[in-house]
Structures are given as C-alpha cells and as structure tokens.
C-alpha cells in the first residue's frame, strides 16, 4: 500500500526516528509527534491512514490519542506500542479500537509484519466501503428507479443529506415515492443500524395521534390499559416518516414542534420528559405552503420540518424512466410469482409510456403487477394491458346541461363522488389508502366520505 500517510507519536525521539526511518524505506509518507497533543492537533489538520503511538507518554498518553483517532477518523488504523510490563493496558487499548499492539523490546520483522497486516486490513475496508458505495449509486438507492434529471438531483440531494441531522420535508403527488426518500435518506446514513418508523398521519384517529406519537402512561385514559413508548421513542437512534403530516391536528402540532425544538417528549399523563435522538422526515402530497396560509399547518412547525425540502415529479413529468421502472417491476414481480417473464413488447411499452400515470409509481406498479398475473407467455404484452390503457378515451369537454325543471346540484355532485370513490376503489383492488392517493385526498376524508355514502346506500 505505497503512499500510505503515516503518524508516529512518541515522546521518545530515538525511537520516533527508528519507526520513521522504516517507514519512509518501505515508500510510506510519514509524519512524527512528539507527544499526545500533538498527535491530537494533527488529526485535525490531515487524515491518516495509520497511526502508531506509544501508550505512556507524559501529560497525553496513547490512550487519549487512541481515542481521539476514533473519534475524528474512525477509519484510521491505530497501532501501539507498549512495554512488556504494560499489557494490561495493550488490552485496553484494543477493546477501544486499536487493531494490534506492539511489545517492547521488538524485533523489526515482526513489526514490518504487523503493519502490513494492518495497512492490507485498511485497504480491504476502504475498497469494501467503496464497493458499498458504487452499489448503491448504481443501483439509485436499492427500490429507487431513474435516470431522468430530476430523479438524478433527488438521488444527490439525498447523499449530501443523509448524514446530517437536518429535518427533511418530502413533498409530491400520491404514488411518487415519499417514503422511499424516507428510506434511502435512513439507509445512506450513519443511522442505517437503528430504526427506521414509519407513520401515516391521516390513517390515525385525531383523539389517539398524541398517544401514537409520543405514548402514553398506564391509566392516562379510558382504555390505556397499559404504558406505551411512542413512535418518537420506538424511532429513537433511526429516523421516523410522518407522513401526510398536515394531517396532524392543530394541538398535536404544538407538542411536535416541541419535540423537534427540544429533543424530548412527554408521554400523555406523564409528569417527565423523555429524550430522544430522532432524524425527522415529513412528507404531504398537498401544497404545503397553501396548507400553512389556510391555517391547516402551523407556521412554525413548517419551517422547522422544511430545512431541507425534497420534492419528487410526477410519473408524466419523467416519462423516460417509464422503461426503467417496467423493467424494474417485472423482474421483481415474476420472481415473487414464479413465472419467467423477460420483458415487454415495443407496442405494450409505448402504451406505457403514453399513458398520464394519475396515480403516478404506484398505479403504474400495480398495472404491471395485474398484467403479469393475468397475462401469459414470457414478455409483458399488449393484451395483459387495461381496456382503459388500450382504448383511452378522448379528451374533450363533460357535456353539462340544466333540465327546464332544474336539478339538485348537491345531490348531482354527490353521485359523482360516489362514482368517483368506487372507481378509485376498482381500480385499486378495494385498498382505500391507494384509492384516497389516487383521488388526491387524505385518508381521513376518503373514509369519510366513503361512511357517508356507504350510510346513504343503506337509508334508501
């Protein structure tokens, strides 16, 4: 490994030298210290890729060079050297991060060994981080999909951001991928290993979304039958997705800000606060800066949660990764049904790609997933395809005309929402949160309307 940066740190000159000397004969770029401060200031300054350090020093010893090796650069490879009276603390020093220790008096062969153990390990970690790193490029964050120059700009605003503690607001239309943001910005994050939680905010009851969010202590409430934690300290060390976030009531929206200001809860029927380390992603398919001047969501809370904002383009406005994404769809959907589809047809294809795509990735999933499941042979054809798809209708004006008599506006409007819901219920296979997405409404107000007409069908 040639041109490897070095940092030997000894208080001791004679052996500093000897140490150097070797180094430099082997072609390594070396830098000597001559204690523990110094090594420690330059951490600072230049990244190492090994250094090698005395344990008893005067006033900084090995240990706190150690560490603080570990903390700036925790890809540095940390050597020490220790008297042979002294291996107790060798011992420590390994269970803090040093890869091997050195015992004085030693033998130049046997250390020329180690380090060149040392330096291969170091190499094999950077090309395994590298290889990690070009994986997930290639691959645009596992499940994402694109080519086109505004999914490119959202795959690098999200490597930018990913280590950052900054909240993110994700924004976009129903079936656009939200909450894979979400979860790429988790798993390209130091917080990969701890929790990613995930929350839709229009599918919970207003009277329990204090108690969802934050918890609840045993007896707090008619029916808390027993303590529990919360989504903000089940996410706790990860990162937790609100989303349809303007969903949120007015007065939970206070405690959220809090929360977010803070770093800390408080349970419903809690004297004490709780605090959490938790990344925040929020995301809406509103317009959230109309939501905030109609009063829906707090002023306030939006510019805490839009410090980096995200915003992903509907299917229609990045047509050229509508391949992509078929291509995508039926390598993973004929896997998990066992059948042995390639490809799609030219004449299916271009169908697809014509097509407006309303309820955007997720609609064009589940036509994929239809026609794989109901089509036949090994490519993705024509006749698998919707009638809706194969046939569309023309575009023209809805022919509207007043009876002499007049009619009922409220009730006429009525009967085409009901027909609305019900299409967007087929069309969905009958999951109402895709047919609220699809119609662009919360969840909450899809259900509603759907209890009012489902009481209305009854009554007559």
């Given at each position: 490994m040639p041109d490897t940066r070095v940092l030997v740190v000894d208080d001791e000159r004679s052996m500093r030298d000897l140490l150097a000397i070797m180094l430099r004969q082997a072609g390594h770029d070396v830098t000597v210290a001559e204690g523990g401060e110094q090594a420690i200031e330059a951490f600072k300054s230049e990244a190492y890729d090994l250094v090698i350090t005395d344990l008893r020093m005067r006033k900084v010893d090995g240990l706190a060079v150690l560490r603080a090796a570990k903390e700036i650069s925790p890809q540095t490879v940390v050597l020490v050297i220790t008297a042979f009276a002294s291996t107790e603390t060798a011992v420590e020093a390994m269970k803090l991060g040093a890869y091997d220790y050195i015992t004085k008096p030693f033998k130049m062969d046997e250390v020329r060994l180690i380090i060149?153990?040392?330096?291969?390990?170091?190499?094999?970690?950077?090309?395994?981080?590298?290889?990690?790193?070009?994986?997930?490029?290639?691959?645009?964050?596992?499940?994402?999909?694109?080519?086109?120059?505004?999914?490119?700009?959202?795959?690098?605003?999200?490597?930018?951001?990913?280590?950052?503690?900054?909240?993110?607001?994700?924004?976009?239309?129903?079936?656009?991928?939200?909450?894979?943001?979400?979860?790429?910005?988790?798993?390209?994050?130091?917080?990969?290993?701890?929790?990613?939680?995930?929350?839709?905010?229009?599918?919970?009851?207003?009277?329990?979304?204090?108690?969802?969010?934050?918890?609840?202590?045993?007896?707090?409430?008619?029916?808390?039958?027993?303590?529990?934690?919360?989504?903000?300290?089940?996410?706790?060390?990860?990162?937790?997705?609100?989303?349809?976030?303007?969903?949120?009531?007015?007065?939970v929206q206070v405690k959220l800000l809090r929360a977010i200001q803070e770093r800390e809860i408080r349970r419903v029927g809690d004297t004490r606060d709780v605090k959490v380390d938790v990344r925040l992603v929020a995301a809406s398919n509103r317009d959230v800066a109309k939501a905030v001047a109609e009063g829906v969501l707090r002023e306030d809370l939006f510019y805490r949660l839009n410090v980096i904002p995200i915003h992903l383009p509907p299917l229609r406005e990045r047509r050229e990764d509508i391949p992509l994404l078929v291509a995508h769809f039926i390598q993973r959907i004929s896997a998990e049904l066992g059948k042995p589809v390639r490809g799609v047809t030219p004449e299916a294809l271009a169908i697809l790609e014509q097509y407006r795509w309303p309820g955007n990735i997720r609609e064009l999933e589940n036509v994929v997933e239809r026609a794989l499941v109901l089509g036949s042979g090994d490519t993705l054809n024509l006749e698998a395809l919707p009638s809706d798809l194969r046939h569309p209708r023309e575009t023209q004006e809805v022919p509207l005309e007043i009876p002499a008599e007049g009619l009922d506006l409220e009730a006429t409007l009525d009967q085409i929402e009901h027909r609305y819901i019900q299409m967007a219920l087929a069309r969905m296979g009958g999951v109402q949160t895709r047919a609220a997405e699809l119609l662009r409404v919360s969840f909450r107000q899809f259900r509603y309307k759907l209890q009012k007409h489902t009481a209305r069908g009854m009554q007559r």
């Open positions: 060149a153990n040392a330096l291969e390990r170091k190499r094999l970690q950077d090309e395994n981080t590298a290889l990690k790193r070009q994986l997930r490029r290639e691959r645009g964050f596992e499940n994402f999909v694109g080519r086109s120059r505004q999914m490119l700009e959202v795959f690098e605003t999200i490597r930018k951001t990913a280590d950052s503690v900054s909240n993110v607001l994700v924004t976009g239309e129903s079936g656009t991928g939200k909450e894979l943001v979400a979860q790429a910005i988790h798993h390209e994050s130091s917080r990969r290993n701890g929790p990613f939680v995930s929350v839709n905010c229009g599918a919970i009851p207003e009277t329990l979304m204090e108690s969802e969010l934050f918890g609840h202590v045993k007896g707090a409430f008619t029916g808390a039958v027993a303590t529990t934690v919360g989504l903000f300290s089940a996410a706790d060390g990860g990162t937790l997705f609100l989303d349809e976030v303007t969903e949120i009531p007015q007065s």
